[in-house]
């Protein structure tokens, strides 16, 4: 396994979770939600987290329905993306598949006790720890860093 922080992104309409690795990937922890409706400032905020947290490489959730398919959401994100690829570049930015990851997130923070209500705000960071989880799992067992990498178009 590849030694070295990474940061993972839940991109949604409203509000995007990004959470963070140690060093040696064995934790996933919450970092911030940055609000995601006004998108060039939230690709702002996220290359200054990248700044500040120097990462490996940013894994990004790309939503797939439960049979693989790609509908719209998942376009909204790969041009997200895109974009974020573009901006922090020459950090790489990796897509990985997010299926269940705000359900199981959801359902972790009702077994630790949060409401729904009380968690909201909460419920993108926890997501984006369940994505960088299950990346961080696919590279240990398979050697290989996790998804596909975003090619940077200049």
């Given at each position: ?57 940013v894994v990004v959730g790309l939503p797939r329905s439960l049979s693989g398919k790609e509908g719209p959401a998942a376009g909204r994100v ?77």
């Open positions: 396994m590849r030694r070295g922080r990474r940061l993972a992104v839940d991109v949604g309409e409203a509000r995007i979770g990004v959470a963070s690795s140690d060093p040696d990937g064995l934790l996933a922890t919450p970092v911030e939600t940055v609000p995601g409706r006004d998108v060039p400032a939230a690709h702002r905020r996220l290359a200054a987290l990248v700044a500040e947290h120097e990462p490996l490489e790969r041009a997200f993306a895109q974009e974020l690829a573009r901006r922090i570049a020459p950090v790489p930015v990796r897509l990985v598949d997010e299926r269940l990851s705000t359900v199981t997130a959801a359902q972790r923070m009702r077994e630790s006790g949060v409401s729904a209500r009380k968690g909201r705000g909460r419920i993108d960071q926890a997501a984006a720890v369940v994505i960088l989880e299950a990346a961080l799992e696919t590279e240990r067992v398979s050697g290989s860093p996790p998804g596909q990498c975003v090619e940077v178009v200049v």
